[in-house]
């Protein structure tokens, strides 16, 4: 598995991983749903943008997952906002290519990324029943707040 930093390359990627999350407990959302939102199109537009950060993996040249951060301003938050300067995460693995640690070496590459970069934090938004509560959890996020069925957790760096 490579991993790279993503560009405004991936967002055709990324916008499929965003489809993935919002359907992380079955079918629910379709990709034109997602073009159509405009809470989804606040974790693609316009990336990368200032603050944001991101990471994609590859298996044999084909993409499998990727993570990213949007560091956007209070009047365009997404769901997990804490602050502007705190790049929001939202993350995804391709279903066949799940369970095989991609999503935690994604996860500790963007730590790395953020840290380097000198960022004071990371946030996201998890709703209740996901099992990437425990990814975050493992890399020491905690739950800073609560928004209808959701967690904001926030990991300080
Ligand atoms: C959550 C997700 C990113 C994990 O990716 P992954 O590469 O399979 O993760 P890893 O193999 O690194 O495992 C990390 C954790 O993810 C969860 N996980 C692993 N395989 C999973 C699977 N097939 N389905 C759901 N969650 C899984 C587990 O909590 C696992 O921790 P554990 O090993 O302690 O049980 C992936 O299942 C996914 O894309 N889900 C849909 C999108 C989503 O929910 N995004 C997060 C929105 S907050």
Redesign the pocket.
């Known amino acids: 598995m490579l991993i790279r930093e993503a560009t405004a390359a991936d967002l055709p990627f990324l916008e499929l991983i965003v489809l993935?999350?919002y359907?992380?407990s079955g079918p629910r959302f379709t990709l034109d749903w997602v073009r159509a939102d405009p809470m989804a199109q606040r974790y693609l537009d316009g990336f990368p943008g200032p603050g944001d950060l991101g990471v994609v993996a590859a298996v044999d040249g084909h993409d499998v997952?990727a993570v990213w951060g949007r560091a956007l301003p209070a009047d365009r938050a997404g769901y997990g906002f804490v602050a502007p300067d705190i790049p929001e995460l939202?993350?995804?693995?391709v279903p066949c290519?799940?369970?095989?640690?991609?999503?935690?070496?994604l996860l500790s590459a963007l730590i790395d990324l953020a840290r380097q970069g000198g960022r004071p934090g990371l946030s996201?938004?998890?709703?209740d029943g996901?099992?990437?509560?425990?990814?975050y959890e493992?890399a020491g996020f905690v739950v800073t707040g609560r928004e209808g069925n959701s967690d904001t957790m926030l990991l300080r760096l």
């Open positions: 993935e999350a359907n992380w997952g939202t993350a995804g693995v290519a799940r369970g095989r640690g991609i999503a935690s070496a996201l938004s998890v709703e996901n099992a990437a509560r425990r990814l493992r």
